[in-house]
């Protein structure tokens, strides 16, 4: 049983280019969800999806997209990717997604955007 | 709106010195509340959450929390820390989703913890 697990561990890329992180979860949790995290600004969220085939916008969604074809993945994608969004990325699922609920994290993705 | 403030951005500790992480949070609702860690390069892990019944939280690695609602905190503590316990420490109110039902997690900034041997 590996929880969740993010790919890749790290990653550089130079403005323009895109990429995608994959995370995946092997405990059949409905709920997944994308995070950002900077320097002394905690975790925001990026998008969530409730199920297979369901996304949704959270707090900074600006410049990303996202995919949950199946219900063990999630996808991030960065289409041009911008200085800004020089990152350390989280993801997190959830079983039943109520808010009292607790979200297991992934290990992280350190992007570095030259 | 909702938030969720930690004062203290670094503090320092003695090994075996007693610990109090403060937590303040802003929600309308009865809240949810949690404490997370986070080691060096690493996830988030739970340390304990509340959301009713004893207002005295119990979680592992000999952390403990205290929910007062008249002061909205939910402070952490532990009676002696160890040098494994340097890490970083966000609190967390569960709310719910932008215009959603189901559960979000809205962070402090989270408190760096440094344990001096």
């Known amino acids: 049983n590996a929880g969740v697990t993010q790919t890749p561990k790290f990653r550089v890329l130079k403005t323009g280019q895109s990429m995608t992180l994959l995370c995946a979860q092997d405990m059949n949790h409905e709920y997944m969800y994308w995070y950002r995290q900077d320097p002394g600004m905690g975790l925001r969220l990026i998008h969530y999806s409730v199920g297979e085939g369901t996304t949704a916008k959270g707090e900074v969604p600006d410049g990303y997209n996202v995919s949950r074809l199946k219900k063990q993945n999630f996808l991030l994608g960065l289409e041009s990717a911008a200085p800004s969004q020089t990152s350390v990325y989280f993801c997190?699922?959830?079983?039943?997604?109520?808010?009292?609920?607790?979200?297991?994290f992934g290990p992280g993705t350190r992007l570095t955007v030259l | 709106a909702q938030s969720v403030t930690q004062p203290d951005i670094h503090i320092t500790v003695s090994e075996g010195a007693s610990l109090e992480l403060r937590c303040n949070y802003s929600y309308g609702a009865t809240p949810y509340l949690f404490w997370y860690v986070q080691s060096p390069g690493q996830g988030l892990q739970l340390l304990l959450k509340y959301f009713s019944g004893d207002t005295l939280v119990q979680g592992i690695k000999g952390f403990e929390a205290e929910f007062k609602r008249s002061q909205s905190s939910f402070n952490l503590r532990k009676p002696s820390v160890h040098w494994s316990d340097a890490a970083e420490y966000f609190c967390?109110?569960?709310?719910?989703?932008?215009?959603?039902?189901?559960?979000?997690?809205?962070f402090g900034k989270g408190t760096k913890l440094s344990v001096k041997p």
């Open positions: 997190a699922s959830t079983r039943a997604g109520t808010r009292g609920d607790t979200q297991y």
């Open positions: 967390a109110v569960g709310a719910k989703t932008f215009g959603g039902s189901q559960g979000n997690l809205i």
